[in-house]
């Protein structure tokens, strides 16, 4: 595909981030690659490990002459960071950020973004419960959806080039209105979170069954909700707050649908509980026919951890 910006500055350099370095070398995107982060600890390890090709010490450096500035910090801090960065942004950047709340990021950043430069928010839909910069690796977004949300008047041509990047990344894009976005992620990862979060903590509060017991007897379904509730707790407060209107909405049907549930548990109801389970089953079937996970034996966590979002 070759090269199709010069240089990208990287604000943030955990997973998400580190993934791009690496997949955008890989495929051969950028020119140079600069990257920023807010522990010294972050930068330290990403000058050793060879991150990205160079490291700075201020986001405003780090942005500075960058024709792609892309936005990987929790996104209650987004904000700050586009309006410590304003100044330094040359007529005709980008900027883009991967956070998975759109509304809250686009009014927290836009009215920073000065004229001339084109602001496309955006979320890859990707990810392990690892954090950190020694934990991306290149293939994170093969065949995942990286998800566009282009502010009113936004440059069609900055647009088309950012999804040229994505992908050559090896992700799908698909464009969708901010608001709508923040509800089908309170649907497919928000309030799924929530509720792993939930459950580890019910069985940690849970006297009658000791810490010993819940580690030795870990059933599939537990291990799982452990999985995702080993996320990275900075950003999941962050996007239960920025967007708790669509993750309260979700999480109000949800209980709606518990309680039926309930019922039909208490009631005896084995016809209404085989009919929703079999429903219900049909949509794993199609997550699978979509290539977006696969039904190999324990979804193939044994053969690569990391390889699951």
Known sequence: M?????????????????????????????????????????????????????????????????????????????????????????????????????????????????AGVHFVPGHPLAGTEHSGPRSGFA????????????????????????????????????????????????????TPHLIAYTMVGVADHLKRVTESEVIKYSAAGFRDFTRIAASDPTMWRDVFLQNKDAVLDILGRFTEELFVLQRAIRMGDGAHLHDYFTRTRAIRRGIIEAGQDTAAPDFGRSQSPAKDA
């Not at 950028?30 to 330290?44: D, F, M």
């Open 2 to 114: 070759g090269r199709i910006y010069d240089r990208v500055a990287l604000i943030g350099l955990g997973l998400i981030a580190g993934s791009m370095s690496l997949a955008m070398r890989e495929a051969g995107l950028a020119g140079e690659i600069v990257g920023y982060a807010r522990s010294p600890e972050t930068r330290a390890t990403a000058r050793e490990i060879g991150l990205v090709d160079r490291v700075v010490e201020t986001p405003a450096e780090a942005a500075e002459g960058a024709d792609l500035i892309v936005l990987a910090v929790p996104v209650g801090a987004m904000g700050e960071v586009a309006a410590e960065i304003a100044p330094f942004l040359k007529p005709g950047a980008t900027v883009t950020d991967v956070g998975s709340v759109k509304r809250a990021v686009v009014e927290a950043v836009a009215p920073h973004i000065p």
């Open 139 to 190: 293939s994170l977004f093969r065949n995942r959806w990286w998800l566009l949300t282009p502010v009113e008047g936004s440059d069609p041509a900055a647009v088309a080039r950012l999804a040229g990047l994505i992908r050559g990344m090896g992700a799908n894009v698909e464009e969708m209105d901010a608001a709508h976005h923040d509800l089908v992620l309170a649907v497919t990862s928000h």
